[in-house]
């Protein structure tokens, strides 16, 4: 008895089959393949990308450190530049010396000038007038103004002087005697200025307000003179009714504008009132 025949057409299905199974197991490594090189094409894509951000970030820092060590530097420098060279102090450093020189020039400072006046023998009370002044000795009747390179003493005509006349009442040589010990504690010049109101004045003695100013300040600084007050250091004014102090349509302002101020002068504010 022999055996049956194997059919062609199965055999045939059968390699088909085989055949393609095999081609999808190829295109299954193909794509994986091609996955992994797509994944690892993606990683270098942003490796590339991420990495002129780091070196810019890293540059960005050192920038920002230089920057904060220079102005330090520069400041540091400015410092030493205003402190100045004292007695006995070493010099700077020769690496700090051209850097010094351009932050600031020599003379700029206001540390420089101030060098610049103690060298020519000028001392602080050159410069303001109430240093060393005892006016915490002065009554009520004496008002104090301070001004830039000046300071005022401020007397009331009401207390001076009788109405329309020059000649010093005892109030007055009370109050000027206080006075007298605060003037002679400087050595500035001192500018005695009469003051009226506006009401002429028509007289045989004082024609104006002119002559009746000017002859209350000469009054003011003959005493002064005759108790100890160098004549040198004075010169008196007559300045009538140009300078009120506040309207003279009242009683109480023509009052307030009727005074006598003594001046005191740094040599600076003398030499800008001469000018």
Same mark, same amino acid.
């Given at each position: 008895?022999?055996?049956?025949?194997?059919?062609?057409?199965?055999?045939?299905?059968?390699a088909a089959r085989k055949a393609?199974?095999?081609?999808?197991?190829?295109?299954?490594?193909?794509?994986?393949?091609?996955?992994?090189?797509?994944?690892?094409?993606?990683?270098?894509?942003?490796?590339?990308?991420?990495?002129?951000?780091?070196?810019?970030?890293?540059?960005?820092?050192?920038?920002?450190?230089?920057?904060?060590?220079?102005?330090?530097?520069?400041?540091?420098?400015?410092?030493?530049?205003?402190?100045?060279?004292?007695?006995?102090?070493?010099?700077?450093?020769?690496?700090?010396?051209?850097?010094?020189?351009?932050?600031?020039?020599?003379?700029?400072?206001?540390?420089?000038?101030?060098?610049?006046?103690?060298?020519?023998?000028?001392?602080?009370?050159?410069?303001?007038?109430?240093?060393?002044?005892?006016?915490?000795?002065?009554?009520?009747?004496?008002?104090?103004?301070?001004?830039?390179?000046? *300071?005022?003493?401020?007397? %009331?005509?009401? #207390?001076?002087?009788?109405?329309?006349?020059?000649?010093?009442? /005892?109030? !007055?040589? &009370?109050?000027?005697?206080?006075l007298v010990p605060v003037l002679?504690?400087?050595?500035?010049?001192?500018?005695? *200025?009469?003051?009226?109101? %506006?009401?002429? #004045?028509?007289?045989?003695?004082?024609?104006?307000?002119?002559? /009746?100013? !000017?002859? &209350?300040?000469?009054?003011?600084?003959?005493?002064?003179e005759s108790n100890g007050v160098?004549?040198?250091?004075?010169?008196?004014?007559?300045?009538?009714?140009?300078?009120?102090?506040?309207?003279?349509?009242?009683?109480?302002?023509?009052?307030?504008? &009727?005074?006598?101020?003594?001046?005191?002068?740094?040599?600076?504010?003398?030499?800008?009132?001469?000018?």
């Amino acid at each position: 008895m022999t055996e049956p025949l194997e059919s062609p057409a199965i055999g045939s299905v059968g390699a088909a089959r085989k055949a393609l199974l095999e081609r999808q197991r190829q295109l299954e490594q193909e794509l994986a393949q091609a996955r992994q090189a797509t994944h690892m094409a993606r990683r270098q894509t942003a490796n590339a990308v991420r990495e002129p951000d780091s070196e810019e970030e890293a540059e960005g820092w050192l920038i920002t450190y230089l920057d904060m060590m220079t102005l330090l530097l520069v400041l540091l420098v400015v410092m030493l530049a205003f402190a100045g060279k004292g007695k006995g102090a070493g010099e700077l450093p020769q690496s700090l010396k051209p850097l010094s020189e351009g932050v600031l020039p020599a003379g700029s400072g206001l540390l420089e000038q101030a060098g610049r006046s103690l060298r020519n023998g000028e001392s602080d009370s050159t410069s303001n007038p109430l240093q060393g002044l005892p006016v915490d000795q002065l009554g009520k009747d004496i008002e104090v103004i301070v001004k830039e390179g000046s *300071v005022s003493f401020r007397i %009331s005509s009401e #207390i001076l002087f009788s109405s329309a006349q020059a000649d010093l009442s /005892l109030e !007055g040589l &009370r109050v000027l005697q206080q006075l007298v010990p605060v003037l002679n504690s400087s050595r500035h010049d001192i500018v005695v *200025v009469g003051h009226t109101d %506006s009401l002429p #004045i028509r007289s045989a003695r004082f024609p104006s307000n002119w002559e /009746l100013s !000017g002859a &209350r300040a000469g009054s003011v600084a003959r005493y002064l003179e005759s108790n100890g007050v160098a004549r040198q250091r004075m010169r008196a004014v007559g300045f009538a009714d140009t300078r009120p102090l506040v309207d003279n349509s009242t009683l109480e302002g023509r009052a307030s504008n &009727r005074r006598v101020e003594l001046i005191l002068e740094t040599p600076q504010a003398a030499k800008m009132s001469d000018d």
